[in-house]
Structures are given as structure tokens and as C-alpha cells.
């Protein structure tokens, strides 16, 4: 099975390695911005998305997120 947004072997989820880390990290930083921000997921993941500071790999999943339209399933708390 191959990653979801590049060519590389895919580990128990859909993402590369990589992709799989940048997830993670997007993830928990939606948890901060939450506690800041009156934010949604989805506002959360365009500003990502085009914020010039956010790594590529990154960036590449906050897209990847947008285009499936994923809901996030990580429970509150
Ligand atoms: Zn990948």
C-alpha cells in the first residue's frame, strides 16, 4: 500500500513515514491554536495550509486533508 499523497511505502496508516509525522504534528498543533483561536479544523488546515512557514511535508497534508474533506476523529480532551 502507497501513501496517500506520495509514492513511498505507506506504515500501518495511510501516510509514509514522513507524512505520517507531519500529520501528527499538525494534529497537536491544532490542539494549541484551539485553546487560542475560536478555530474549526478546516480553517485550521487552510491557514496551514497557506502559511508560508509551514514545512512542506506539512503543507502537504493540510492539502491532503482539505481535498478528502476528513473529518477529524480524535476525540476532545
Ligand atoms: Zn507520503
Redesign the pocket.
Known amino acids: 500500500m502507497k ?4 509514492d ?1 511505502e ?1 506504515c500501518e496508516n495511510r ?2 513515514e ?2 505520517m509525522k507531519a500529520y501528527e504534528s499538525v494534529v497537536k498543533k491544532y490542539d494549541l491554536w484551539k485553546k487560542a483561536l475560536e478555530i474549526s479544523w478546516k480553517e485550521y488546515l487552510s491557514e496551514v495550509a497557506k502559511n508560508p512557514l509551514t514545512g512542506e511535508w506539512a503543507r502537504e497534508v493540510a492539502e491532503y486533508l482539505i481535498k478528502s474533506g476528513e473529518v477529524r476523529n480524535v476525540t476532545d480532551g
Open positions: 501513501c496517500v499523497i506520495c513511498r505507506a501516510y509514509c514522513l507524512h
